[in-house]
C-alpha cells in the first residue's frame, strides 16, 4: 500500500476541516440516524426507497468522514509569522515572461499545491524574487509582486 501524500495546511485550513469532521460526527451523523429510523417505519425494507436513500446518504457521509480524518491524520501545519516569504496559507501576486499577472493561494485546500510545479517554485520565495516554475506544459518564470496570508 502506497502512503499518503502529506498535506501542508495553515491553522485557518486545519480548523475549517476540523470544523467540518465535527459537523458531520454530530449533527449531521445523528440526523442521518434519524432518516434510517423514521424509514424503517414505512413497513418492507426490499421496496422502502426511504430507506435505501437514507442508508445511501449515511454511507456517502461515512466515506467523508473518514477522508477527513485521513487528510488530518497526514496533514502538517505550517505555520508563518510574516509575509516576507511564500508558504501554505499565502497569497501570492506574480507576473509571468509576458507581464500577465495572477493572483496564487498556495494552498492544499483549493488552491495551488505546495508539491505542483508552481507551488514548489514559489515556496521560499520572497517578492521581487523570479522563480523558474518546471510545468509539464513547458518552463516559465514568475516574478512575486506581493505576497499575503490568508485567516
Same mark, same amino acid.
Given at each position: 500500500?502506497?502512503?499518503?501524500?502529506?498535506?501542508?495546511?495553515?491553522?485557518? /485550513? *486545519?480548523?475549517?476541516?476540523?470544523?467540518?469532521? +465535527?459537523?458531520?460526527?454530530?449533527? =449531521?451523523?445523528?440526523?442521518?440516524?434519524?432518516?434510517?429510523?423514521?424509514? *424503517?417505519?414505512?413497513? $418492507?425494507?426490499?421496496?422502502?426507497?426511504?430507506?435505501?436513500?437514507?442508508?445511501?446518504? /449515511?454511507?456517502?457521509?461515512? =466515506? *467523508?468522514?473518514?477522508?477527513? *480524518?485521513? =487528510?488530518?491524520?497526514?496533514? +502538517?501545519?505550517?505555520?508563518?509569522?510574516?509575509?516576507?516569504?511564500?508558504?501554505?496559507?499565502?497569497? +501570492?501576486?506574480?507576473? $509571468?515572461?509576458?507581464?500577465?499577472?495572477?493572483?496564487?493561494?498556495?494552498?492544499?485546500?483549493?488552491?495551488?499545491?505546495?508539491?505542483?510545479?508552481?507551488?514548489?517554485?514559489?515556496?521560499?520565495?520572497?517578492?521581487? $524574487?523570479? +522563480? $523558474?516554475?518546471?510545468?509539464?506544459?513547458?518552463?516559465?518564470?514568475?516574478?512575486?509582486?506581493?505576497?499575503?496570508?490568508?485567516?
Amino acid at each position: 500500500m502506497t502512503e499518503p501524500n502529506t498535506e501542508y495546511l495553515s491553522p485557518a /485550513q *486545519r480548523a475549517e476541516l476540523e470544523a467540518e469532521l +465535527v459537523e458531520l460526527e454530530g449533527p =449531521r451523523r445523528k440526523a442521518a440516524t434519524e432518516a434510517i429510523k423514521h424509514a *424503517r417505519e414505512f413497513g $418492507d425494507l426490499a421496496e422502502n426507497f426511504e430507506y435505501h436513500a437514507a442508508k445511501n446518504e /449515511q454511507g456517502l457521509l461515512e =466515506r *467523508r468522514i473518514h477522508l477527513l *480524518r485521513e =487528510r488530518l491524520r497526514h496533514a +502538517v501545519t505550517v505555520e508563518h509569522e510574516t509575509d516576507e516569504h511564500v508558504g501554505v496559507g499565502s497569497i +501570492v501576486e506574480i507576473a $509571468d515572461d509576458d507581464g500577465e499577472t495572477m493572483e496564487v493561494e498556495i494552498s492544499a485546500v483549493g488552491g495551488v499545491a505546495p508539491g505542483s510545479p508552481l507551488g514548489s517554485a514559489l515556496m521560499g520565495a520572497t517578492i521581487g $524574487d523570479v +522563480v $523558474d516554475v518546471a510545468a509539464p506544459s513547458g518552463s516559465w518564470k514568475a516574478r512575486v509582486l506581493a505576497i499575503r496570508r490568508t485567516g
